[in-house]
Structure formats: structure tokens, C-alpha cells
């Protein structure tokens, strides 16, 4: 997905932004580029496809001088990857500039306008209409920011911007319309940027722009104005991630390092909110009022992705815990069905980024029909968070890989802790019940460590000996479900192998078809209320020739007679072991892809954060 940086200050303006654009490489791009005003008033712009390491070489020796300067990672929406869709894109007379996440809708009748009145366009972008049409407005009268703002009066679509030109040095316009854009305030100059991590390094006081929002920004000032175009102020919040925990840390990769990052994620979502000696839970953003939490008649948890998963795990806690009923829904499917909604059901969104495309059109669309809306997210400010009636927060930290990891740990973790929330409320849980569950929930950081340290020889060895499968089948019953469609999923997105996830009891009706010698079936079989089922199951794709690797709970003996290969997951309550059943998952997707030698932390054609539909 795209990503922007930009920079005015006193300091030399292209480093910061190569440093800035190298650090939203996790979001996924196929071109780069920066455009720098030099102390002449001369724009400079370097563009290229590629990795930020092409565009690196392209400005070595030119050492480009400049205070001012705007840059980007493209990811490809209209117009093929190449060095002339590359951002920044000019006018015609290559002194305005611009960079933009989002898509024009109507770009297309406005080039067709654009160019019969003389505009000369070179690249098959959507962006490239927004500085053609800045230049018309720029006549000489009204400043650059007047520019921008009845130019935006032309666009329908989405927008994070910023434009620079020559004509103004020292300050870039910024303009956001469902498409996330933050400012950040540093000492010796400020910042414009996609998302937090690029420019950690400098500061942790962001500004976060609203929709609607305009911004100029100087070296020593920052003005906005709201979407009726009066100046507004607008909050800076202080971030505490720090830079380093948005670096690899020695790890090979950040899907690694994230993944053994899961005890401190878990622990910290747990301790956020958890009373340990009553079991109680402190949302300070749900936003909820117990009197409201009583009348929810009915649940809807919608996300995209591995988001979705979690939701489906919290669907079997919800309605096991509260007995209120619950749907799940894929946000891009949820946007455009009418299921009965009211002001006694609850929708939660559930997004790492907060800024996924599909899930923030639920949202809207729950709220614009009078549902009570919550956000499960990980990034404070994000749009999500800003939109939803009351906010969950997962404190996983900074997710830099492209496959989620420890962000869906802690969704699931946030689940546990909704479910005693209500729960409790609710009058479904006792003060015994909470306190067993709210125990159980503590020590799971620590039973996640000890897969990590006790399991992942094994889980390498495995990888070794299945890699160069084309096929993998992933089973799971009940609660267990969503972790074999997440195991999968995992497996699909970074190493490229062709991976199911299916309800075991489901297997019989279709996909044991496709079971042979050449397929290795995964098999959830902790212990649960459907682990004689299970055995069943694994009975039935033996009797096919094909290689079972399970998970097993520690101590089971009776799966390692069924089984080729065994991973062993310490003892919990039964609604724990989605949690624990999903490192080994993640572990043998990462050591297979690795073997396979894939990019694991920018798989082909994924993005970090899709904010676009
Ligand atoms: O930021 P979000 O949680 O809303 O993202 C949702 C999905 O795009 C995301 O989970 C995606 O499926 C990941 N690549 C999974 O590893």
C-alpha cells in the first residue's frame, strides 16, 4: 500500500526522507520516489521502480540539497509499476508536486477536461490530475494552500496528500479524505507522513489529521484547517512506541521477531485492562454504559483477513459466555447486505491498522444505521479508532511483516477480555468463574514462551521435511476452526504454497478428494470437547496415505501413535487453545517460506494495510 513522507526544517531534507520511506517498506510498493526544493527554488525529483535501494542509487553522487521535500512508496492502483507512475508527480511545468495515497474516482473525465485545455500528462496515474489541476488554480493571486483547497473541490475519491512547490519553499500542504495522514511535530522542523513508523526516529508528538482536514506545514509551524475550511485545532498525541521496537532487533525478519514478540503483546493487552484480584475488566474507551451493555440483543464482529479470524473465535466465546447471538461477517461482504440492525446490537470492527478500507465501510455503514460500534485495534488514532463509538485497544506494538501475527494474538486476547467484560455485566459469570478465567488468561504469556523455546527445533525440522509439498490441508473443529483457516492462511501468503483450511467434520463432504501421499494434512488435535472427533478425522486422512502433522496437548500419547509429526501445546482451558495452537502455525508457515527463500515480510502482492476497497 502506498506510503508518504515529508519533511521542512532546517536539516538536509532527502535523507530523512530515504530513512522515513525505508521504514514503510513493511507496508508493500513497487516504485519509490522523492522530489526536494533546493536552496534555488529548483525542484528535484527522482522516481524509480523498484525497491528504495534503486532509488538510493539513483540520487547517489547528486546529494540533492534541500530543507523541503515530499516522498513515496507506490503500490500500484492506476497505471502499471514503472519509473513514470512513480510519485511525485508534477504539473507541466514540473514545479508543483505531489504525492498521494487513495484513488481519484473521477480522474478520468478530469484528465480528458485537463488536457483538451492544454495540460501535458506523462504518467497513467490518478494523482497526476491533482497537480495539473493545483496549477490551474495557482494564478498567481492565491497562495498554494487556496490552490489546493479549490482543486480538492474537483475530486470525488480518497485522498492523503501533500503538494510542495517551488513557488513556496519551506512548507508543504497536507489534505486527508478517507485515507490516513499524520503530522509529525519535531524540534528542529515537522513532518508529514502515511503512518507513525516513518519518522519515529524524530518524533512521538503526532497530529492526526481528520477527514475533511487541511494542513500547512512549516518549520516552525503547523496550521489546520477542518473540513468547513475555519482553522481548528487538533490535539497532538504522544506516541510511545519508540523506534527500535520498529526494527528487526537481530532477528532475520520482522515476521520472526514479531512472533516471538507474542508473550509481551498478550501480556501487556492482558495488563491494560485486567483487575487481577476480582477478574474484572477496565475498557477505558469502550464507551459502553453497563445499562447498554444489558440490552445488547445481538453481536456482529466483522474484519478482513486474519482480522476475520479472530472474529470467528470471538463469535464461539461470545455466544458460549453471554448466550447472545452472533455473526460473523467479511467487511467487504458485510457493506453490501442488510441484515436487521438496530440500536440494541453491537458491531465491532476488528482491525489491526484501523485503516482498512472494507472494515471502516462497515463500520460506517453499522453506525449510519444506528448500532452501537466498537473498534478492536492496534493503532491509536487510526481512523477506526477515531469513527467507532468506543475502542478496544491491543497492545501488540508496532506490526511491521505484512502476515499478522502477534497483532491477531492480541485481538484474540482482546476477545477473552470482552467476553469477562460482558460477561460479567451480564451477570453470566460469577466472581469464581471470572477469577478462573482471568487466571488462566495471565499465564498464557508464559505458555506461549515455552512453545517458542520448546517447540520451534521441531517445527524446523518439520518445515524440512514438507517444504517442496505443492498442497497442505489444515483441520480443526469447533473453536479450533478459525486457527486452521488462519494456519492456512499463513502458509498461503508468505510461502506461496496452496493451503485449505477446513472444519475436520466438514473433510468428508468434498475436500478428501483431493487427500493423497502428496498432501500433508495439519491436524488440530488438542484436547477439547471434540478430541475423540478429531482422532476420528485423523483417522480417516491416514487411511488416504497422507502425512498427519499434529498439535497435541502435552502428555498426549494417543495422537503421537496417529501422527507422522507432533508439536506439543501446553495445558489451558479449552478457550485458550486457539491462542496456543496459532504460534507452532505461524512458526511452520515462516520456517517452510524461509526454506522456499520468500520475502517473507513483503509477500508478492499483499500490502500491509489495504485502505483501498
Ligand atoms: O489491518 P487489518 O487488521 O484490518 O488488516 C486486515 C487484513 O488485511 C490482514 O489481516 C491480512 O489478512 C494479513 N495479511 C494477514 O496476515
Known sequence: MCGIVGYTGSRQSSRILLEGLKRLEYRGYDSAGIAVISPEKKISRYRCRGRIANLERLIEGEHPEGNTAVGHTRWATHGRPSDE??????????????????????YLRLKKELSSAGHRFTSDTDTEVIAHLVEDELNGEVSLAEAVRSALKKLQGSYALGVISSSEPGRIIAARKDSPLII??????NFLASDVPAVLPYTREFIFLEDGDKAVIESGSVTVSGADGAETERKPLTVSWDPVMAEKQGYRHFMLKEIY???????ETVMGSLVRDTGKVIFEDFNMEPAAIRKIKKIFLIGCGTAYHACLVGKFLLEDFLKIPCEVDIASEFRYRQPPIDSETLVMAVSQSGETADTLAALREASSRGAFTAAVCNVLGSTMTREAGGVIYTHAGPEIGVASTKAFTSQLTAFYLLTLHLGII???????????????????????KHIL?????????????????????????????????????????ISYIHAEG????????G?????????????????????????????????????????????????SELAEDIIYIPETMEIFTPLLNTVPLQLLAYHTARLLGCDIDQPRNLAKSVTVE
Open 85 to 106: 507512475n512513480a510519485h511525485p508527480h508534477t504539473d507541466c511545468s514540473g514545479q508543483i508536486v505531489v504525492v498521494h495515497n487513495g484513488i481519484i474516482e473521477n
Open 184 to 189: 509529525g511535530l519535531g524540534e528542529d522542523g
Open 261 to 267: 514478540e507474542q508473550q509481551r503483546a498478550i501480556q
Open 426 to 448: 451480564r451477570g453470566m459469570l460469577d466472581e469464581k468463574k471470572a477469577l478462573e478465567i482471568s487466571e488462566a488468561l495471565i499465564h498464557l504469556p508464559n505458555k506461549v
Open 453 to 493: 523455546d520448546t517447540q520451534n527445533e521441531t517445527i524446523k525440522e518439520i518445515a524440512h521435511r514438507y517444504f517442496k509439498k505443492k498442497n497442505f490441508l489444515y483441520l480443526g473443529r469447533n473453536i479450533n476452526y478459525p486457527i486452521a483457516l488462519e494456519g492456512a492462511l499463513k502458509l498461503k501468503e
Open 502 to 509: 477446513y472444519p475436520a467434520g466438514e473433510m468428508k463432504h
Open 511 to 559: 475436500p478428501i478428494a483431493l487427500i493423497d501421499g502428496e498432501v500433508p494434512v495439519v491436524v488440530i488435535a488438542t484436547r477439547s470437547c471434540v478430541y475423540e472427533k478429531v482422532l476420528s478425522n485423523i483417522e480417516e486422512v491416514r487411511a488416504r496415505d497422507a502425512s498427519v502433522i499434529a498439535l497435541a496437548s502435552e502428555g498426549d500419547s494417543t495422537v
